[in-house]
């Protein structure tokens, strides 16, 4: 029965997940102070799911999102510099 309800969730509730988390990390009082994050997918997070969180926030302007390698990326909404 929960597989059932996990199908009909479908791709809107993982990327509302997935949204959920990246907003949670952007939240956090250590983050706000750099206005910069590192994240990087989680295993059980679908790839569709987080690729349209990355398009939405690419065309935001003043977010720069930087992909650091397959799974990870910087998120920024301010020059940081590079390290």
Same mark, same amino acid.
């Given at each position: 029965? %929960?597989?059932?309800?996990? %199908?009909? &969730? !479908? #791709?809107? =509730?993982?990327? @509302?997940?997935?949204?959920?988390?990246?907003? +949670?990390?952007? =939240? /956090? #009082? $250590?983050?706000? $102070?750099?206005? &910069?994050?590192?994240?990087?997918?989680?295993?059980? @997070? #679908?790839? @569709? &799911?987080?690729?349209?969180?990355?398009?939405?926030?690419? /065309?935001?302007? !003043?977010?720069?999102? @930087?992909?650091?390698?397959?799974?990870?990326? +910087?998120? !920024?909404? $301010?020059?940081? #510099?590079?390290?």
């Amino acid at each position: 029965m %929960n597989q059932y309800y996990q %199908n009909v &969730a !479908g #791709p809107n =509730s993982c990327y @509302e997940q997935v949204g959920r988390r990246f907003q +949670r990390m952007v =939240s /956090d #009082p $250590k983050v706000q $102070k750099y206005q &910069a994050v590192t994240i990087t997918r989680r295993y059980d @997070e #679908p790839l @569709e &799911a987080w690729n349209r969180i990355l398009q939405e926030l690419d /065309d935001t302007d !003043g977010i720069t999102v @930087e992909r650091t390698c397959p799974n990870s990326v +910087r998120i !920024g909404w $301010k020059r940081y #510099p590079d390290c």
